[in-house]
């Protein structure tokens, strides 16, 4: 018996108009993801990625198409319900986005004050949650004084306060070293493990993808040019985009290992 997607997106397309000319970023995108996988969408600068993303949260509407995230029908939703729908969507980011006015606690604290859940509760619910990152010992700490690393532990609980569907991670380790960025990752296999929580990687490194994924699409100037296993693309890559990728990191991994590069 076939799975039900949790994620169903159908001939998505969006188009932004500006200086009187209209750009079609997004050209009838498809698209299944199942409930509690780790899905990765690759592309180069420009592809569509963070477009297609901000129409899932919620933050862009498709200009057609359709896309259905659990029980809410995207593109059929109020103002309201889509407000409501966004407290269920977590996102983590490149940049961290944290107010460095607050501490961590109070970072994570956030979105449940915007939800108007009382102090008990969100007492409880952020020490839960920063137990889960690994850094409630930090709770009353400023960005500041945090690394890299600990700053996007710090997103990454604040993206989980309210109990969302789905996390969905927009080039979250773009900004850290390789051994933090493992770290990272390994955080979000573990969390993918214990709470079943569906996560999209949105990214241009196949490392990552490779790393922390067990399906893939690739998306094209705007158009999901391959799309299946992370052990299948690998092994034989379809698209202009995919095929890239995968000769560069092994031309970089060449140089590396035979002192040839630029290191």
């Given at each position: ?7 169903e997106?159908?001939n998505?397309?969006?188009?932004f ?9 997004l ?18 600068s420009?592809?569509?990625?963070t ?10 509407m ?42 961590v ?17 969100i ?20 960005p500041?004084?945090l ?23 927009d ?5 850290l ?36 994924c ?6 094209e100037?705007?158009i ?7 052990k ?19 031309y ?8 040839e590069?630029?290191?």
């Amino acid at each position: 018996m076939m799975q039900v997607p949790f994620i169903e997106i159908k001939n998505v397309s969006k188009t932004f108009i500006s200086h009187k000319r209209k750009f079609e970023v997004l050209k009838g995108v498809n698209l299944d993801i199942e409930p509690g996988d780790i899905f990765g969408i690759v592309g180069f600068s420009g592809a569509g990625k963070t477009t297609l993303i901000r129409c899932i949260n919620g933050l862009e509407m498709a200009s057609s198409g359709s896309i259905r995230v659990g029980k809410y029908q995207i593109n059929k939703l109020s103002k309201k319900d889509v407000n409501v729908y966004r407290q269920k969507i977590g996102m983590v980011f490149q940049h961290f986005n944290l107010f460095d006015s607050r501490t961590v606690y109070g970072n994570v604290a956030f979105p449940l004050e915007i939800a108007k859940k009382n102090k008990e509760e969100i007492q409880e619910r952020v020490l839960k949650i920063l137990n889960l990152v690994g850094i409630v010992d930090k709770k009353d700490f400023y960005p500041g004084q945090l690394s890299g690393g600990q700053k996007q532990r710090v997103g990454i609980a604040r993206a989980l306060a309210n109990h969302p569907s789905i996390l969905l991670s927009d080039e979250s380790t773009s900004a850290l070293d390789p051994v933090t960025s493992m770290s990272v990752l390994d955080l979000l296999k573990d969390i993918n493990k214990k709470l079943g929580l569906t996560i999209i990687l949105i990214t241009h490194s196949l490392d990552v993808v490779k790393y922390t994924c067990k399906n893939m699409a690739v998306l094209e100037n705007g158009i999901i040019a391959e799309k299946g296993s992370v052990k299948e693309i690998f092994e034989n890559p379809q698209s202009n985009t995919a095929k890239v990728f995968i000769k560069h990191n092994a031309y970089l991994a060449n140089a590396y290992f035979s002192g040839e590069g630029i290191w």
